[in-house]
T-cell receptor, first 113, second 112 residues
C-alpha cells in the first residue's frame, strides 16, 4: 500500500524567514508528485508538479520553489516568507499519465506572523 | 482562464436526506471531473471520478455528467452526520497536462 508523509505537521514562522516543507511517498515507483496550497476559506491551488526526479514544473507563481531530489521525495521552499504564504500545504501523488486521480497527503499547516 | 464553479456554497440537509451538489466548468476543453471530500482540518479524499456522459453510482454516492453543458453533479442519499464536510470538484483540461483546477467547494452540513 502507498503511504504519503508530510513534514512538519504544522509550522509557525516569522515574515522574512526561510521555509522548507517535505513530502515522501512510499510504495509507489516513479509517481507524479504535486504541491498544492489552500488559503483559509480559499480554493485549492496547484503550485508545482513533477513527473520525474530533477524535473519540476511551476503552475502558479507565489515566490515559492520546489525540487525533487529523489524519486520518492518532493520539497517546497522559499528563502523569504510573506504573510500571504499562510495556509494549508498539501502534497499529492498520482500514477504516471494524465488520467489518474491525485491522492493527497495529510498536509502541513503554515502560519506566518 | 479555466474556472470551476460550484453551487451552492453551503447546504444543510437533515440526516437521512438527499444532498445535491453542482459543478460547472467554464472551459469546454474539460475531459475529467473528480469529486473530493475534505473534513475540517484534514486533507481532501477522492470520492468519485467521471469522464463519460451519464451516471455512476458507488454506494450512497451518485455522480452525473453532462458534457454538453459542462456540468457534473454529486448526489448523496441517506446523508449521515459524518458526511458533513467540504466537497470539492476538480477538473482536468486536455490542454493542461497534469494541472487540476479546483472549485471553491460546497460546505455540507448534515443535521441529526
Amino acid at each position: 500500500a502507498q503511504t504519503i508523509h508530510q513534514w512538519p505537521v504544522a509550522e509557525i514562522k516569522a515574515v522574512g524567514s526561510p521555509l522548507s516543507l517535505g513530502c515522501t511517498i512510499k510504495g509507489k515507483s516513479s509517481p507524479n508528485l504535486y504541491w498544492y496550497w489552500q488559503a483559509t476559506g480559499g480554493t485549492l491551488q496547484q503550485l508545482f508538479y513533477s513527473i520525474t526526479v530533477g524535473q519540476v514544473e511551476s503552475v502558479v507563481q507565489l515566490n515559492l520553489s520546489a525540487s525533487r531530489p529523489k524519486d520518492d521525495q518532493f520539497i517546497l521552499s522559499t528563502e523569504k516568507l510573506l504573510l500571504s504564504h499562510s495556509g494549508f500545504y498539501l502534497c499529492a501523488w498520482s500514477l504516471g499519465g494524465v488520467s489518474y486521480e491525485q491522492y493527497f497527503g495529510p498536509g502541513t499547516r503554515l502560519t506566518v506572523l | 482562464q479555466q474556472k470551476v464553479q460550484q453551487s451552492p456554497e453551503s447546504l444543510i440537509v437533515p440526516e437521512g436526506g438527499m444532498a445535491s451538489l453542482n459543478c460547472t466548468s467554464s472551459d469546454r476543453n474539460v475531459d475529467y471531473f473528480w469529486w473530493y471530500r475534505q473534513h475540517s482540518g484534514k486533507s481532501p479524499k477522492m470520492l468519485m471520478s467521471i469522464f463519460s456522459n451519464g451516471e455512476k453510482e458507488e454506494g450512497r454516492f451518485t455522480v452525473h455528467l453532462n458534457k454538453a453543458s459542462l456540468h457534473t453533479s454529486l448526489h448523496i442519499r441517506d446523508s449521515q452526520p459524518s458526511d458533513s464536510a467540504l466537497y470539492l470538484c476538480a477538473a482536468r483540461y486536455g490542454s493542461s497536462g497534469n494541472k487540476l483546477i479546483f472549485g471553491i467547494g460546497t460546505l455540507l452540513s448534515v443535521k441529526p
